[in-house]
């Protein structure tokens, strides 16, 4: 196996850029103060892409794999439904999803590479100090949720989600026999943050994770593993009733759940169901188009000057893209599953399963985590070359690469 220091010698400006982008993910939003109008990790997005675009030009190297087209089917369609939103405006929300696409594509499209692998998952490990180290500046007062503000307020939700995500690799690697303890550990540490900041989303995402990998598992490894989460899920779910501490485990509790009504996510959905239903039949094939939920919807709760978004990437969907548009992100994302389960990456499986997860809470769509679930799915490549609609590169060459992956 070759060294750090040979990988590195390898490795293109473009996936420095996206492994510090990777750096940074878990507190990219607390971070985004640091330049007006515009956000550091957004700068690191558009470069990378940049770069990604002219090195794809000048290597004449680049991949189209039969598995990102519905997905990418869905971004086109999503993009251009922003034509038919009479108040549409080129502005935060449009730009990431934009920004997500154009990562998908330069990423999905380049050749995986044994370094590019290895830089990946380092920095996906190194992230975790990144979070670690933003939680010790900002370590609540008793009783308070965990909220992450380095220039700018991050959303304890999207801390969770993203570290819950993250995770993946760490539960992909964790029956590797030499690095047991350390993954474990890891997976404890972001266990311990996501219930620091009192995030059900989170929490959610990281039992998905788990059992997506114990659904992975082969053997009576599987059934061990599998009572012990259950045990360890249903042990914290008794603590949460019992109300020790309601200002954070009790969050956590079913009851409080149903009673707050998702802290008033269904109250919005219903109104979102509400407002499709009622809708003419070209709004509910093809939705208001992209950025139109507060507008369609105009759900304000009591209290409230602002309309409300979705927190829910489903709902979301409905509302701005209609049957259409909801119909493409499903298929899109079988597609996806569909190709990690045929090249063996459990590890993409996971991070999908999470990133759907995240996005029954949040408005997922528009979060970076979305990008870096699909790059996450195609990470490792398949030894055969019957899924690539079209390559630059020869198919002698390929399978000579890919071997070199699998062999290393």
Not at 8 to 28: D, E, N, Q, T
Not at 119 to 129: E, F, Q, T
Request: hydrophobic content about 50%; overall charge positive.
């Amino acid at each position: 196996m070759n060294s750090p220091l040979t990988y590195m010698g390898k490795i293109r400006l473009s996936s420095w850029l996206f492994a510090v982008y990777l750096l940074f993910l878990p507190v990219s939003t607390a971070v985004s103060g640091f330049i007006v109008s515009t956000s550091i990790i957004s700068i690191l997005g558009i470069l990378y892409v940049g770069v990604s675009v002219v090195e794809m030009i000048r290597e004449d190297k680049f991949v189209i794999d039969r598995s990102i087209i519905l997905i990418m089917i869905y971004f086109i369609y999503t993009i251009l439904s922003s034509l038919w939103f009479t108040s549409f405006t080129f502005d935060w929300y449009f730009q990431q999803f934009c920004l997500t696409a154009a990562i998908v594509v330069c990423t999905v499209m380049r050749p995986v590479t044994e370094e590019k692998i290895w830089l990946y998952k380092a920095a996906i490990y190194l992230s975790i100090g990144v979070s670690v180290v933003a939680s010790i500046f900002n370590i609540p007062e008793k009783g308070h949720r965990l909220v992450i503000y380095i220039t700018s307020y991050m959303d304890p939700n999207d801390f969770a989600c993203g570290l819950a995500i993250l995770s993946s690799l760490f539960f992909a690697n964790i029956l590797k026999k030499k690095q047991v303890v350390m993954n474990v550990a890891l997976i404890g540490v972001v266990a311990f943050l996501i219930y620091c900041t009192g995030s059900r989303g989170g929490l959610l995402t990281l039992c998905v994770v788990a059992f997506v990998f114990i659904l992975n598992i082969k053997g009576i490894e599987k059934q061990r593993i599998l009572v012990i989460l259950g045990g360890l899920i249903a042990a914290f779910l008794i603590l949460a009733e019992s109300g020790i501490d309601p200002k954070i485990l009790g969050r956590f509790s079913i009851s409080n759940i149903l009673k707050e009504g998702g802290a008033g996510r269904t109250l919005i959905w219903s109104a979102a169901i509400k407002a499709f239903l009622s809708s003419d039949p070209l709004h509910i094939l093809f939705g208001y188009g992209h950025g139109s939920f507060g507008t369609a919807v105009r759900y304000v709760a009591i209290g409230h000057g602002d309309t409300y978004m979705s927190h829910n990437m489903f709902v979301n969907a409905l509302i701005e893209g209609g049957v259409t548009g909801l119909a493409l992100m499903i298929t899109g994302f079988v597609s996806l599953f569909w190709h990690t389960i045929k090249v063996k990456n459990p590890l993409g499986m996971m991070a999908l399963a999470g990133f759907l997860t995240e996005g029954i809470s949040l408005d997922a769509q528009v979060y970076r985590t979305f990008a870096i679930a699909i790059v996450l799915a195609f990470l490792v490549k398949s030894e055969t070359v019957e899924n690539v609609l079209y390559s630059s590169i020869s198919v002698s060459d390929r399978r000579k690469d890919e071997c070199n992956l699998t062999t290393s």
